[in-house]
């Protein structure tokens, strides 16, 4: 069986207490649904707003509403909000995993419908070693140090009903990331999670 995940890289998210944010898991990966609890969701937009300039400047305790304002205002102020991350698929008959490799963003993670054309996209350093695409099927070997590693066998078919899964889950994040900035900043909720629907989902936010 494979599962398919819309995951975030946590490693910025150590140690950050501006808000009540859930500890990273030891993978410092972070799966992105709506199923999320709300500290969860703390965790995810302190990653997402990480690149905030008074990072350097502020204390590590200011959660006060205005800084936790401007946090949320630097979204709206970049041309395109990234996060590390991406997908995660895993073949639970094999155990193998394909997990996002180094310097890939979640906000790349359409990336993957290149498959359907026949072409390898780059997912990242250390992630994927080879593609191959072999009639119905295409076989991805993950980039590990073990030679008999076993590729993931992916239907080409099954890969559009794949990606509708990040795409929902995302959106199903988005929700409960509205409710969360609701809580922090209302005047700002729409415009951030407008932008994070653009950027992240790849269209207009819609419920």
């Known amino acids: 069986m494979l599962i398919i995940d819309a995951v975030m890289e946590t490693y910025d998210a150590v140690d950050f207490a501006r808000w009540p944010a859930a500890a990273p898991s030891e993978?410092?990966?972070l799966v992105l649904s709506g199923e999320m609890s709300l500290r969860q969701v703390g965790t995810a937009m302190a990653v997402l707003t990480s690149g905030h300039e008074d990072d350097h400047e502020a204390p590590a305790h200011a959660a006060g509403a205005?800084?936790?304002?401007?946090?949320?205002?630097?979204?709206?102020s970049v041309d395109l909000v990234t996060a590390p991350g991406g997908i995660r698929l895993k073949d639970t008959t094999t155990g193998t995993v394909i997990a996002p490799g180094c310097c890939f963003g979640l906000e790349n993670w359409r990336d993957w419908y290149d498959l359907l054309d026949g072409d390898e996209p780059w997912l990242g350093h250390g992630t994927v070693a080879h593609v191959e695409?072999?009639?119905?099927?295409?076989?991805?070997?993950p980039d590990t140090e073990a030679p008999a590693s076993r590729p993931i066998e992916l239907p080409s078919a099954e890969l559009p009903a794949l990606l509708r899964t990040v795409h929902d889950d995302l959106k199903g994040f988005l929700a409960l990331a509205e409710q969360w900035v609701h809580g922090y900043a209302p005047a700002l909720a729409p415009a951030v999670i407008a932008k994070l629907g653009e950027d992240l989902c790849g269209g207009a936010w819609t419920k």
Request: zero cysteines; proline letters at 4%; a positive charge.
């Open 133 to 141: 695409h072999g009639g119905p099927l295409v076989r991805i070997w």
């Open 27 to 29: 993978d410092r990966l």
């Open 66 to 76: 205005e800084a936790v304002a401007r946090r949320l205002a630097h979204l709206l």
